[in-house]
T-cell receptor, first 115, second 114 residues
Framework: AQSVTQPDIHITVSEGASLELRCNYS??????LFWYVQSPGQGLQLLLK??????LVQGIKGFEAEFKRSQSSFNLRKPSVHWSDAAEYFC?????????????FGQGTILTVHP | AAGVIQSPRHLIKEKRETATLKCYPI?????VYWYQQGPGQDPQFLIS???????DKGSIPDRFSAQQFSDYHSELNMSSLELGDSALYFC?????????????FGPGTRLTVL
């Protein structure tokens, strides 16, 4: 069964500092990987996705993520964090195939940004 | 651009009552997914539909049922509500002809069971 682990429940950074959120997945085949962001009480917004090809993917809001098969990781990065980035971030893996997209989410990482 | 619409946005029910949540996918999307997010939890997959047929099933209680209609909207019916059903329920839609697994989420329905 597929699974996702986000080791960091809560991360605090200063505005302007760099950010890396960790994500490790378990999946038998080539994974379909996603990062979503959720503000309190809001829906999930897709930041970026990886299906195949270049292992460094660019997303919205200046985020990027790197797929590393050898480490089963898909870490999210941003070179300079803005106060508006404070939110909860979810990594997810999709099952693909005939299920048309059942997503399994990690536990989420809450990002706090200090001014 | 049109987004996924969910109604109602907020719903308060008593224990043992029933609730119906509605989801209107993005136009021309043929796939609908339902997720449940408990307080402080990650979203959990409940059920999905493709072309009005159930395509996958997750941890959905037997008290819940869902269907997708001819206009592709979907309804999640919940009976004998329990306190533990209080959660944010997301609907997401996708286009089977587009990139696999790219789902667009609605704003969610917050269900509170008293």
């Amino acid at each position: 069964a597929q699974s996702v682990t986000q080791p960091d429940i809560h991360i605090t950074v200063s505005e302007g500092a760099s950010l890396e959120l960790r994500c490790n997945y378990s999946y038998g085949a080539t994974p379909y990987l996603f990062w979503y962001v959720q503000s309190p009480g809001q829906g999930l917004q897709l930041l970026l996705k990886y299906f195949s090809g270049d292992t460094l993917v660019q997303g919205i809001k200046g985020f990027e993520a790197e797929f590393k098969r050898s480490q089963s990781s898909f870490n999210l990065r941003k070179p300079s964090v803005h106060w508006s980035d404070a939110a909860e971030y979810f990594c997810a893996v999709g099952s693909g195939g005939t299920s048309y997209g059942k997503l399994t989410f990690g536990q989420g990482t809450i990002l706090t940004v200090h001014p | 651009a049109a987004g996924v619409i969910q109604s109602p946005r907020h719903l308060i029910k008593e224990k043992r009552e029933t609730a119906t949540l509605k989801c209107y996918p993005i136009p021309r999307h043929d796939t609908v997914y339902w997720y449940q997010q408990g307080p402080g939890q990650d979203p959990q997959f409940l059920i999905s539909f493709y072309e009005k047929m159930q395509s996958d099933k997750g941890s959905i209680p037997d008290r819940f049922s869902a269907q997708q209609f001819s206009d592709y909207h979907s309804e999640l019916n919940m009976s004998s509500l329990e306190l533990g059903d209080s959660a944010l329920y997301f609907c997401a839609s996708g286009n089977s002809g587009g990139p696999l697994n790219e789902q667009f989420f609605g704003p969610g329905t917050r269900l509170t069971v008293l």
